[in-house]
């Protein structure tokens, strides 16, 4: 993907396996500020996302509203 998405929550402009993101954080793991894979593959999947980039299977779970 050359760019990300202008607008991510709707206009999506790839997809990633589960597999190529836990490629990637391993890779990245000395760079990232995290010591487990667990937690750069959840860094990378909420760039990904930021991006408009979704992950199949989802690996990020969406925000719940509080009921106040």
Known sequence: VE???KDPKTE????V???QVRAIA???LPDLN???IES???IIAGTAA???IDID???LEPKKKAVL
């Open 50 to 52: 930021n991006m408009g």
């Open 57 to 59: 299977p989802p690996v």
């Open 34 to 36: 995290c010591s487990s």
């Open 40 to 42: 750069a593959i959840r």
């Open 12 to 15: 999506k402009v790839g997809k």
């Open 3 to 5: 760019k990300g998405s």
């Open 26 to 28: 391993t890779e990245k």
């Open 17 to 19: 396996t589960i597999d």
